[in-house]
């Protein structure tokens, strides 16, 4: 009779065990893998810099792909594998640069909210509320676009990829309120729990309580909606760029679609790339949250 393993134990383990049983889990990790290690390596091997428009000059903008390019050229004469090559990084920068800052503002409120409840609770969750209604599109293209003005003819204007950071800022503080509901549900869950009522007893502090008690055991979901969250990033700062708010001085995908729309009958690959690149990097995000999903659902039978 064959017989079969027993699940390992602990929650981590457990999870790990669930979730490489989760095809749609895994799928999302290699993508997620092979966009950052494009980011990582991907700089030392790109044929071209990617600030490089000879082929401007020889005649060879909008060129097909072939041996000299391997996807081509745009209508500036770049080389497309070269720029989405170099968008990698931008991209993830501005994912998990923009869900650092949420992370840290949405566990801070809702974990106040939900372990001290009352008037606190109440009005730390109104105020979350308000952030939840403002039309974030529209005010980060507004303070985009102010910003940008502002800071003409000052020092600030020398800052490397500025407004790029105020897009990312832009996106942190706008995308905690989600975070903190999770975070104040999971701590008003846990605050009573066995283990934080033993670890009252004998004594341990508020502190030691919430960082070392709770907070380790309520990161299960907020790493779910940290991963959908980087892919949201994102897709937002795409689409940010491709309506020509982004940062001219840095290389991004929603950069590229910008400035090669108008020729896209002409050179269409100029396009395809930077969309391709989009497209794989935010799927591989959703489907590594919904592996993660699976895999931190207790219900979930192996």
């Not at 490489?20 to 889990?25: C, D, S």
């Not at 869900?99 to 001290?116: F, N, P």
């Not at 204007?157 to 975070?183: D, K």
Request: net charge positive.
């Amino acid at each position: 009779m064959e017989t079969r393993l027993a699940p390992p134990s602990g929650i981590w383990r457990q999870s790990w065990y669930r979730f490489r049983r989760n095809r749609a889990g895994v799928i999302g990790l290699f993508l997620v893998a092979l966009v950052v290690l494009t980011a990582i390596v991907g700089p030392f091997f790109a044929p071209y810099d990617p600030n490089d428009h000879s082929a401007m000059m020889r005649g060879a903008s909008n060129a097909a792909p072939g041996a000299v390019n391997l996807f081509g050229t745009d209508r500036n004469g770049y080389d497309v594998l070269s720029r989405g090559i170099y968008g990698a990084p931008t991209a993830l920068a501005v994912g998990l640069g923009a869900m650092v800052i949420a992370s840290i503002i949405g566990v801070l409120v809702g974990g106040v909210a939900g372990y001290v409840g009352g008037f606190t609770d109440e009005a730390l969750m109104r105020g979350t509320e308000f952030f939840m209604v403002v039309p974030v599109f529209v005010v980060i293209l507004a303070v985009v676009r102010l910003f940008g003005i502002m800071v003409v003819g000052t020092p600030l204007e020398r800052i490397p990829n500025l407004n790029l950071m105020t897009i990312i800022l832009l996106l942190g503080l706008f995308s905690w309120p989600q975070v903190a509901r999770m975070t104040r549900a999971e701590f008003l869950r846990l605050r009573h729990a066995e283990f934080v009522e033993a670890a009252r007893c004998i004594g341990t502090t508020p502190r030691e309580i919430l960082f070392r008690h709770i907070l380790p055991n309520a990161l299960p979901p907020l790493i779910v909606l940290v991963a959908l969250g980087v892919g949201g990033a994102i897709l937002a700062e795409a689409m940010v760029s491709f309506l020509g708010f982004g940062d001219p001085k840095s290389i991004s995908w929603g950069q590229m679609l910008f400035f090669n729309y108008q020729s896209l009958k002409v050179a269409p690959w100029a396009c395809l790339v930077p969309g391709a690149a989009i497209f794989v990097t935010v799927l591989g995000f959703n489907l590594l949250a919904d592996g993660l999903t699976d895999a931190f659902n207790p219900r979930v039978r192996s």
